[in-house]
């Protein structure tokens, strides 16, 4: 009797695994991972004409745009192994971090700017003719890709448990939500500097900084149009990621 419950409850966790697209995910990480892999080499592999390496910063960007993909996989594994009672609040929890986190992927997308920071070239010339310039400007134009496909596959993973527990028209709103406040959150990290873990470290001071900046009318401009271009990259590559792996089936 025992054992057969045992069966029936692995079969049971595998048909809710097999709802949450494994094991296509697993071959997407997969291939992820080895996409990171070569970019990062490409990243290293760049050099200044006084030897230094001026990218070795986007290893720590990259990482971080790598921790939303993991606690998607988490809240998966919660999805399908804890009961009910326990399941939700421990989502609630995970979920929260998983959304603290998530800007940091599409991120790596205005990492761009720092080609033109600290690429050394003479504005009087025709720089662009210049293939050492292409090699910095595609490989971190592969970075931004790459930040754009981990947020997109970790925002599939969990807009899936929300059409499972709401509905596709929640699930749909989520999204809208999350992007809408990702791309003010990369606002904050690209233009104020403030990091994923000042929410937590510092959250009565963040407050107080964000209804200053807010209410600041000479901000409410700038503020409005990077918000809007950036959500503009975001929903369109989202779109673009959702249809190829529905279309797929993964």
């Not at 997407?28 to 080895?34: D, E, S």
């Not at 080499?41 to 993991?70: C, E, H, K, M």
């Not at 807009?159 to 809208?176: D, E, H, K, T």
Request: charged residues 15%; glycine residues 4%; hydrophobic residues 55%.
């Amino acid at each position: 009797m025992k054992c057969w419950r045992k069966y029936k409850d692995r079969r049971v966790m595998l048909e809710k695994l097999k709802s949450l697209n494994y094991p296509g995910k697993i071959y997407l990480i997969i291939f992820l991972c080895v996409a990171t892999l070569i970019s990062l080499i490409s990243v290293y592999n760049i050099q200044s004409p006084s030897g230094n390496r001026p990218y070795l910063f986007i290893f720590w960007d990259t990482f971080l745009a790598w921790v939303p993909v993991g606690i998607a996989v988490i809240l998966d594994l919660l999805f399908c192994y804890t009961r009910k009672k326990i399941r939700a609040v421990l989502i609630i929890f995970v979920g929260a971090s998983w959304f603290f986190f998530f800007p940091n992927a599409p991120y790596l997308v205005t990492d761009l700017l720092h080609v033109f920071a600290r690429y050394s070239f003479d504005p009087d010339k025709r720089f662009w003719a210049d293939l050492v310039f292409w090699q910095h400007l595609f490989t971190i134009f592969t970075i931004a890709i790459l930040g754009l496909l981990l947020g997109s596959f970790s925002l599939f993973s969990v807009q899936n448990l929300m059409r499972i527990s709401f509905g596709v028209i929640a699930s749909w709103i989520f999204v809208i939500f999350v992007l809408l406040l990702s791309s003010f959150g990369i606002y904050i990290g690209r233009f104020v500097r403030w990091n994923s873990w000042d929410v937590i470290m510092r959250p009565g001071y963040i407050l107080k900084e964000l209804f200053i900046m807010l209410t600041d009318t000479s901000k409410q401009s700038h503020i409005f149009t990077f918000c809007k271009f950036m959500f503009m990259v975001l929903i369109i590559s989202y779109v673009l990621f959702y249809v190829i792996t529905r279309v797929r089936k993964l």
